[in-house]
């Protein structure tokens, strides 16, 4: 008999730390039937094949060796719900909390039907997240080691290089020249150091990335939208996962905390700022598509400057990524073009992507210019583009495998 079809007999709860979790069950009538145990994480594995049956629904909460767990979990039980802490902690606050109650809790709340569970995605989805979150990790790190440079600058009165980026190699005589003290000199070398190894890594992850960007389908449907990169491209398809589960593009703004918050009670009504309440990735990326988009697409540096006339710069630039993410649902659920974008403009998209990735990533041993015109045709539009401008060259497009528009 399918697992779906057995009514869950048993409601268990885990409170899962570093080194240990408390187990506790309750029954249909959410008595406490099981428990509490605690047990060490260790021996998750023997105490499930011990403890739990088929009829047993355990739930979580999420943290961060949540997917682990779940995966040892799901072949004994009827199910296992991974709950978002904020949804458990607005239905209870209690004054006491120990790892016993909150267990019970759970159970309590699972039994009851009262924790939306957070999805679980594949193992490809959580692998290509830990990567991207990896390499924001080395760009922070990154980031962190320049502003402490500048500071040295500013803290003795130095004038800063005249290249557009002081932190290239080419650029560490000049630092190591500087007039400091032995000891600040000592600093600013391991801060060079540390640069150096970000970039390294940074370097490392993206190939990586741009060999996955490359087989996926869904990033030439993202790049086409002006301010989407592949690797944010990439950052938003590993943050979306599985674009069916969001049946409207309200609900994937929500998901990304881009909504703003509503009361609607009585004769009070008014709305908010951004709830902030969803994937701080998806929203980071978002925002930065923003930024890129006003710089360089007419069409979105025209609506930000209308919102501009009603709103502060930074709101403006928000309702900017909320209404670009709209676009992503619809280019993503309909696979389909930008409508704000033309033709030439999707072909110079796909054009610099393709070297991004570099040709030898590009599938089946495409040229840059045969991925172009791919995926144009994919689109169906472009038929009638024989060259795109790319600087202060122009380069000829393979004719489109599409017949001719009247």
């Known amino acids: 008999m399918d697992t779906l079809e057995v009514v869950p007999q048993r409601f268990i709860g885990l409170d899962i730390h570093k080194n240990y979790f408390v187990a506790t069950g309750v029954n249909l009538d959410k008595e406490q039937i099981l428990g509490p145990q605690r047990v060490p994480n260790a021996r998750l594995q023997a105490w499930a094949e011990r403890e739990l049956c088929p009829t047993d629904a355990v739930v979580l909460e999420m943290t961060t060796n949540t997917w682990k767990v779940v995966d040892t979990l799901e072949p004994f039980t009827h199910s296992v719900t ?99 003290e032995p000891l600040e000199q000592f600093r600013l070398q391991s801060d060079l150091d540390t640069v150096a190894f970000a970039r390294q890594q940074l370097e ?132 389909e073009g930008d409508r704000f974008a033309t033709p030439q403009q999707v072909a110079c998209a796909f054009f610099g992507m393709a070297y991004k990735l570099k040709v030898k990533n590009l599938p089946d041993g495409m040229s840059a210019l045969q991925y172009t015109r791919h995926h144009l045709d994919r689109l169906g539009i472009g038929q009638e583009l024989t060259h795109i401008p790319w600087g202060s060259k122009t380069f000829k497009l393979p004719p489109s495998q599409l017949p001719q528009a009247d």
């Open 82 to 180: 991974v709950a978002h802490p904020p949804h458990v902690h607005l239905i209870t606050r209690a004054q006491v909390m120990t790892d016993k109650k909150a267990a019970l809790i759970l159970a309590q709340l699972h039994a009851a039907g009262l924790l939306p569970p957070v999805w679980v995605p594949p193992q490809e989805v959580r692998q290509l997240r830990a990567l991207i979150a990896q390499r924001w990790k080395m760009v922070r790190l990154a980031t962190q080691a320049k502003c402490r440079l500048q500071s040295v600058l500013h803290k003795y009165h130095l004038e800063a290089p005249p290249k557009s980026d002081p932190y290239t190699p080419q650029m560490r005589d000049w630092w190591e020249a500087l007039p400091l």
């Open 204 to 335: 490392r992850l993206e190939q990586c990335l741009a060999y996955h960007a490359a087989r996926d389908e869904r990033v030439p449907l993202l790049v086409q939208i002006p301010g989407i990169g592949f690797i944010n491209a990439v950052t938003i398809l590993a943050a979306i996962g599985e674009i069916g589960r969001f049946p409207s593009a309200n609900q994937l703004v929500g998901y990304t905390g881009l909504g703003t918050k509503v009361h609607d009670s009585g004769q009070l009504q008014w709305r908010g700022r951004i709830t902030k309440m969803g994937r701080r990735d998806l929203r980071r990326a978002m925002v930065e598509a923003a930024q890129a988009a006003v710089r360089c697409h007419d069409h979105w540096k025209a609506e930000f400057q209308r919102l501009c006339q009603q709103t502060a710069k930074k709101k403006a630039k928000v309702a900017i990524a909320r209404k670009l993410l709209v676009t992503v649902w619809h280019t993503l659920t309909k696979d």
